[in-house]
């Protein structure tokens, strides 16, 4: 489980982010993740509860923000939103698509206290 190691990832950059005196907890932690980032969000939330235990973000809310998958179509020149990476072009039916976006993951941002 994958999940697992991108949760210790996060911890690593939320205890960094959090590591001043004066922030006592972490409350709230939202992540930008896209359509293509091939997480499985079930996972990456009973991961959370897991490797959280003795930091900062112990008892944290995470909430994920879902991403579109983007593309560029080579047919009609325009950057589109998709379903799926093997989506024809929404707007013309092109089937000559580029991924540009949606396999990102990443913190937007994080409550502290």
Same mark, same amino acid.
């Given at each position: 489980?994958?999940?697992? /190691?991108? =949760? *210790?990832?996060?911890? @690593?950059?939320?205890?960094?982010?959090?590591?001043? &005196? *004066?922030?006592?907890?972490? /409350?709230?932690? @939202?992540? +930008?993740?896209? @359509?293509?980032?091939?997480? *499985?969000? %079930?996972? #990456? /939330?009973?991961?959370?509860?897991?490797?959280? @235990?003795? /930091?900062?973000?112990?008892?944290?809310?995470?909430?994920?923000? %879902?991403?579109? !998958?983007?593309?560029? =179509?080579?047919? =009609?020149?325009?950057?589109? +939103?998709? *379903? %799926?990476? #093997?989506?024809?072009? &929404?707007? =013309? !039916?092109?089937?000559?698509?580029? &991924?540009? !976006? !949606?396999?990102?993951?990443?913190?937007? %941002?994080?409550?502290?206290?």
């Amino acid at each position: 489980m994958h999940e697992m /190691s991108l =949760c *210790e990832g996060i911890r @690593r950059v939320v205890e960094q982010a959090a590591a001043a &005196p *004066e922030i006592n907890r972490v /409350s709230k932690v @939202r992540l +930008e993740i896209g @359509r293509f980032a091939g997480v *499985e969000k %079930d996972a #990456l /939330s009973f991961a959370w509860e897991i490797v959280m @235990r003795g /930091s900062k973000a112990e008892g944290a809310e995470l909430i994920m923000i %879902d991403l579109p !998958g983007k593309a560029m =179509c080579f047919d =009609c020149i325009k950057t589109v +939103e998709i *379903e %799926d990476r #093997l989506d024809p072009c &929404p707007e =013309c !039916g092109g089937g000559k698509l580029l &991924p540009e !976006g !949606g396999d990102e993951m990443r913190i937007k %941002d994080m409550e502290v206290q």
